[in-house]
């Protein structure tokens, strides 16, 4: 079992940063591959980009590619997601996610076994 707890989202005017953190619990984390997902109102729960347990393999969705990076810390059992240049259709909450196998992003949200609870991100134009 692993818990999630994602922090680090907020209000941010368009062209600015956040930086969100999750962090998980129990000893296996680096055992677990990583992705943090997102969902608008009214849409589908997407995946925004995906790191591998090690940390040597990274894909992230094409609305986000060059303004996000997704990294991971893995003495301290934490993935984050910078986040540059944000858009107002970058408004959305914000998941965490972990799976035993790692996956672009090409696979969704069923090939995930833990969440997190998310955080919202809110970009002002």
């Known amino acids: 079992q692993v818990q999630l707890v994602e922090s680090g989202g907020g209000l941010v005017q368009a062209g600015g940063s956040l930086r969100l953190s999750c962090v998980a619990s129990g000893r296996t984390f680096r055992t677990y591959a990583m992705g943090w997902f997102r969902q608008a109102p009214g849409k589908e729960r997407d995946v925004v980009a995906t790191?591998?347990?090690?940390?040597?393999?990274?894909n992230y969705a094409d609305s986000v590619k060059g303004r996000f990076t997704i990294s991971r810390d893995n003495a301290k059992n934490t993935v984050h997601l910078q986040m540059n240049d944000l858009k107002p259709e970058d408004t959305a909450v914000y998941y965490c996610?972990?799976?035993?196998?790692?996956?672009?992003?090409?696979?969704?949200?069923?090939?995930?076994?833990?969440w997190g609870q998310g955080t919202q991100v809110t970009v002002s134009s």
């Open positions: 996610a972990a799976s035993p196998t790692y996956y672009s992003t090409s696979y969704g949200e069923t090939y995930y076994r833990f």
């Open positions: 790191i591998s347990g090690s940390g040597g393999t990274t």
